[in-house]
């Protein structure tokens, strides 16, 4: 009998907030150095135990006077002093003060018990042992008394409070040397998956193995919130090992965090250990990303089991378990902030469950916010990192529409949108012209991306590639319908080309090309693997385009020729994807460009030139980033 299990009843987000906010993950106080305080959480007030400052101090450089003796003086009628000594910081004074003295004095220094003001050196003269003094001054004017900045048995500061470089001031003022704080919570941090290889070991592809993301990307955001992550090494789905693991992180941490094998299926197991060794007191969530969290105790301490895909994983840590880790450590909500825009694009939405929609931003033509999906799956590291925040949509929401109003929950409270979005076709050369613009955001999801981006009034710039930068640049349609593929010129916008260049496209094959493909005849006619790019590449249509003319000339179909490559259906994302497939001996020939295989010691078989254009809307033109892109282009080789 099949060991499967379903997700039926999924809990709200409220229940999982409420159910963490239950778990004892109270880590209590220690002690720590003053030089070690800074971002720690006050545990207990701490009294001022002395006087700051505990002296009569001279805020100023002049000299220390008898107010009486000032007495009318001004700059046609100075004072006359005697100068009889002179106190400087960190001095004991040594003179005292009779009517008509003064001594000379610096800023810090002790005031002789018999003077109760200071004269700024600026209004003073002194020759021959006198000082003409040019003002005036009241009793106690410039001089900062015993206990002014804080007094003996004051409160100077309270439980709770985030020691900053300000307070840890104080504290030193004080001469606190040893500091009660809240002790961070230990988080304990366990990646599961048979599939996961730590960063920096080699990956067997083929075995379908992935660098471990979630570890350490976990442990940096519990570090962030305020936790002391204590990471262990990664376990596979076996169930021995992992209860082992997770067994001795429950005796040593405050709470457990594992990421993967929460999902309702045989081969998990994190829910089987949590039922033997605690409680189960929730599973399933009405959120997305991340319905298959979990949450319960082992062995008392309080455990919360992460998909294993890292958006979702960084979504529920960020968006539900950071802010308890926060709580327990004593620091106060994150800052957060939110912004107002209007949706780019129709973004669907599934019923029934909470979304939270990764989103970027840009700035249109008038300055207004723009929030556009980023979303390529639970699975895609870059999903997050190409995101400025996400767009919550509730589970009643079918769809958010073009230009609907949104309030987006910025990652950062500094967020803010990059100088200049480029959505297109990925490439060298814009690339090296990129790392010379401040702040800017390189969607390279391909040429055809790019035109859509375009025409929906999303990117500032796009890289075309293929036909695409043949219909720009040629003018053989009008502007906007090169670019929209239709006839409707009035829906679409005018662009301004930046700059364009060539490249050879064609066939990586090995070094030596032991196969011996001499063109594209070689991929119908031969029996060899090929690699593809994705539909929204040019080289893509470069390669479809080609296909097109060889079916002319043989008088078959193009799908007649595609059913014939073997691997024409394998398609890649990026650029030098199919060249690593044909270096890693996956596969037989890749397409690919000749500065591809160059950069990777392979061979190549031109099939023709591409070329690439780089194109702005021309109501996004004037921004400062667009035209940092084009100077840069200009001067990149």
């Known amino acids: 009998m099949s060991d499967h299990r379903e997700f039926r009843d999924l ?64 700059e046609t009628d100075p004072a006359t002093l005697d100068v009889v000594g002179a106190v400087h910081a960190g001095e004991r004074p040594a003179v005292s003060l009779e009517s008509g003295d003064a001594v000379e004095i610096s800023t810090g220094a002790v005031v002789p018990g018999t003077a109760d003001a200071v004269v700024m050196v600026e209004r003073t003269s002194e020759t021959d042992g006198q000082v003409a003094v040019r003002t005036a001054v009241a009793p106690g004017e410039h001089v900062m008394a015993a206990g002014a900045d804080i007094a003996a048995g004051q409160r100077a500061l309270g439980p709770g409070t985030l020691l900053t470089p300000r307070e840890v001031g104080l504290l030193s003022a004080l001469g606190v040397a040893d500091v009660p704080v809240r002790a961070r919570p230990r988080v304990a941090v366990v990646s599961t998956g048979d ?256 035109r859509r981006s375009l025409r929906d009034d999303v990117a500032d710039v796009a890289a075309l590639a293929g036909p695409d930068a043949d219909e720009a640049l040629t003018g053989v349609r009008d502007a906007d319908e090169a670019l929209a593929g239709d006839s409707d010129a009035e829906t679409d916008r005018e662009r301004d080309v930046l700059a364009f260049w060539d490249r050879d496209w064609g066939l990586v094959v090995p070094a030596g090309n032991p196969v011996g493909v001499d063109g594209l005849a070689a991929l119908v006619d031969d029996d060899v693997s090929f690699a593809n790019r994705d539909a929204e590449s040019g080289l893509r249509a470069r390669l479809d385009a080609a296909l097109d003319a060889l079916a002319a000339e043989r008088d078959v179909s193009r799908d007649d020729l595609v059913d014939a490559i073997r691997g024409y259906e394998l398609e890649t994302g990026g650029p030098e994807s199919p060249a690593r497939r044909v270096a890693d001996g996956i596969v037989d020939v890749g397409l690919g460009s000749r500065g591809t295989a160059d950069r990777l010691g392979l061979g190549f078989v031109p099939l023709g030139t591409d070329r690439v254009a780089v194109v702005a809307a021309s109501d996004r033109a004037h921004k400062p980033g667009v035209a940092d892109l084009e100077r840069a282009l200009d001067a990149t080789d």
Request: glycine share 10%.
């Open 11 to 74: 809990a709200t987000p409220e229940t999982l907030r409420e159910t963490l906010a239950d778990l004892d993950v109270d880590a209590g106080s220690e002690t720590v150095g003053l030089d070690d305080a800074r971002g720690r959480v006050l545990a207990e007030r701490v009294d001022a135990g002395i006087d700051v400052p505990g002296f009569d101090r001279a805020a100023m450089d002049g000299y220390a006077v008898r107010a009486a003796d000032t007495f009318g003086a001004s």
């Open 195 to 450: 599939e996961l290889v730590p960063p920096g070991d080699d990956l067997d592809h083929g075995a379908g193995e992935i660098h471990d993301v979630n570890t350490h990307a976990i442990a940096a955001g519990v570090r962030e919130a305020g936790g002391d992550p204590v990471v262990y090494e990664h376990v596979g789905d076996d169930r021995a090992a992992m209860t082992e693991t997770i067994e001795t992180a429950a005796s040593e941490c405050d709470i457990v965090l594992t990421s993967g094998s929460t999902s309702a299926s045989a081969m998990d197991v994190v829910y089987r250990v949590v039922e033997d060794r605690g409680e189960r007191l929730l599973h399933g969530v009405a959120v997305k990303p991340g319905k298959p969290t979990l949450v319960g105790t082992i062995d008392g301490t309080a455990y919360v089991g992460l998909p294993g895909y890292p958006v979702s994983a960084l979504s529920i840590f960020r968006t539900f378990v950071a802010p308890r880790i926060r709580e327990a450590a004593g620091r106060p909500p994150a800052r957060t902030a939110t912004v107002d825009a209007r949706m780019a694009t129709r973004e669907r939405s599934e019923e029934g469950r909470l979304r939270l929609v990764p989103v970027g931003l840009v700035a249109d033509g008038d300055g207004d916010l723009l929030a556009y999906p980023v979303d390529k799956g639970s699975g895609a590291t870059t999903t997050l990192t190409a995101a400025d925040g996400v767009v919550p949509v509730d589970p009643d929401t079918n769809y958010v529409d073009a230009g609907e109003a949104v309030t987006v929950s910025l990652f950062s409270a500094n967020g803010r949108p990059p100088r200049v979005l480029v959505v297109g076709e990925d490439d060298p050369t814009l690339s090296r012209a990129l790392d010379a613009v401040a702040d800017p955001r390189y969607l390279a999801s391909g040429s055809r991306a790019g």
